[in-house]
């Protein structure tokens, strides 16, 4: 069952031009006993066909973040394949990288997220909550929710290699000292252009 805001967006029209076909039997809207409006599967099949045909699909994805950690991400894939057939996901797609934690431009990262969006996942699969991103996580779930994606996290603190976490802290620490760097050039620039400016209009005052 659909709301007509719900159904409109899924078929990509305002809730007044569903009013609008409602009235003049375009597409007749049903009625709950109190009267509201709502539509179901089989409106939303009639209008887009191929919804019919798509199974929305289960993923486990899998990352580390050097080379050199490649028996992790083996690990990863084991332990997780297990865990699926123990608990019987049938598993669509594996998705392995290799990719910082804290890279949001990460390829295959990036083909989930457009995956999710557009409504094709059911299920992700994951061993930890970082293995899909170092920070930012709880926006990912709020996205994975938003688009009916349910997030399974094993949540095993072994496949979250501790190796990993330093690197993140170190690239971290880098970036901050950078900025840090940077902003007491910027400082010391302006501090200078200031006195500059002081001794300038010193100069120009006419002497009494």
């Not at 990719?99 to 299920?123: M, P, S, T, Y």
């Not at 990993?164 to 902003?183: A, K, M, N, P």
């Amino acid at each position: 069952m659909y709301t007509p805001s719900e159904f409109g967006e899924r078929i990509r029209v305002s809730v007044k031009t569903l009013q609008r076909w409602d009235r003049q039997g375009v597409l007749k809207a049903h009625r709950t006993a109190t009267n509201r409006r709502y539509y179901t599967q089989e409106d939303l099949l009639s209008l887009l066909p191929q919804e019919a045909g798509v199974r929305r699909r289960i993923i486990v994805y899998c990352r580390v973040s050097s080379v050199a950690q490649k028996p992790d991400l083996k690990n990863q894939q084991r332990i997780l394949a297990e865990f699926c057939e123990a608990n019987r996901y049938e598993v669509d797609e594996w998705i392995s990288e290799i990719g910082g934690g804290l890279n949001f431009k990460r390829k295959q990262f990036l083909r989930l997220v457009d995956a999710i969006i557009a409504g094709e996942v059911a299920v992700l699969l994951i061993a930890h909550k970082d293995r899909l991103a170092r920070f930012g996580y709880h926006l990912l779930v709020h996205l994975c929710e938003t688009h009916d994606c349910k997030i399974v996290v094993m949540n095993t603190e072994q496949l979250s290699p501790e190796q990993e976490l330093v690197q993140d802290l170190i690239t971290i620490t880098h970036c901050f000292s950078s900025r840090l760097y940077g902003l007491r050039r910027y400082r010391k620039a302006l501090e200078k252009a200031l006195t500059d400016e002081n001794r300038a209009q010193d100069q120009n005052e006419p002497h009494t």
